[in-house]
């Protein structure tokens, strides 16, 4: 018995396109070239460009253009801010980073912020014992504050649900916020599911607007279940990491 993996962003977001009632969560997402890069950038003004086949937040690069005095175009890799004048300079300097791989250029979300450093949210759902699909963890990654990505491989810090909005939700909207977030991502694995039949649990990565509108950024699967380790609390991750050793992700100790 083995899990199915899928590594395409590409394609994970396509099959839940498929989905109405998925779709209004996703992102405007397209295929990375000069057409895409500029139509995107004139309707956003700012967007993701990353890896078709990426992890840990590797190569991923977060692109704006200007406010109207400033004009031009910047975007950051990393630490490194590089600025534009010009779309054709721009992209240019984008091809040399993409350098011959696929790439998404994906609308960009105002990540909500806790001490003014962005943050998201991973929700795991696992099939249980029973082979129905449970949601058994929900956590937050806080960026480090001078990166655009919040993966935990890439200097993110894992932090509970609950503390990340306690600036912006009271304890109830944020009991009923997670279980709608939760909801989603059940409905995310069903929908997965029927292309993908073999796959046994998913991390999926959610952002937050400033209206505290939820987007689907991308679907693990092969989600880590360790960062659930570092809450204080352990009883999500018991369960997480009880789910993978029966089919296998982990060794047991
Ligand atoms: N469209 C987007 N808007 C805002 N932030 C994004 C967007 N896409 C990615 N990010 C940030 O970059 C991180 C890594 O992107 P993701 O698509 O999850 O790729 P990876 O497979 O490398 O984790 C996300 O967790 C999020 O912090
Ligand atoms: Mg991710």
Redesign the pocket.
Request: glycine content about 12%; cysteine-free; aromatic content about 10%.
């Given at each position: 018995m083995s899990i199915q993996l899928v590594y395409s962003?590409w394609e994970k977001t396509n099959v839940l396109l498929h989905s109405p009632a998925l779709r209004e969560y996703i992102?405007s997402?397209k295929l990375f070239n000069k057409e895409n890069l500029q139509l995107m950038l004139a309707e956003y003004g700012?967007?993701?460009v990353?890896?078709v086949n990426?992890?840990?937040?590797?190569?991923?690069m977060?692109v704006e253009r200007l406010k109207q005095a400033a004009k031009g175009y910047k975007y950051q890799l990393n630490t490194t801010i590089r600025t534009f004048p010009t779309l054709e300079l721009l992209h240019q300097s984008l091809v040399k980073r993409i350098n011959g791989r696929r790439y998404l250029v994906?609308?960009?979300?105002?990540?909500l912020r806790h001490k003014n450093r962005?943050?998201?949210i991973?929700v795991m759902v696992q099939r249980n014992e029973n082979n129905h699909w449970e949601a058994t963890g929900i956590i937050g990654?806080l960026?480090h504050p001078a990166k655009?990505?919040?993966?935990y491989h890439?200097g993110?810090t894992p932090m509970s649900f609950e503390r990340l909005l306690s600036s912006h939700q009271s304890p109830t909207q944020k009991m009923i916020y997670a279980m709608r977030l939760k909801q989603i991502s059940l409905d995310i694995a069903k929908e997965l599911e029927k292309h993908y039949p073999g796959i046994k649990e998913l991390g999926i990565?959610i952002?937050i607007d400033q209206q505290q509108r939820p987007?689907i950024?991308?679907v693990?699967t092969k989600p880590d279940a360790f960062i659930f380790r570092k809450l204080e609390d352990k009883t999500m991750f018991r369960k997480i990491y009880q789910y993978a050793v029966s089919y296998g992700r982990y060794k047991k100790k």
């Open positions: 962003k992102p997402t700012m967007v993701y990353k890896p990426g992890t840990f937040g590797k190569g991923v977060r994906q609308r960009g979300i105002d990540l962005r943050f998201d991973r990654r960026a655009v990505v919040t993966n890439n993110g990565d952002a987007w950024l991308e693990n």
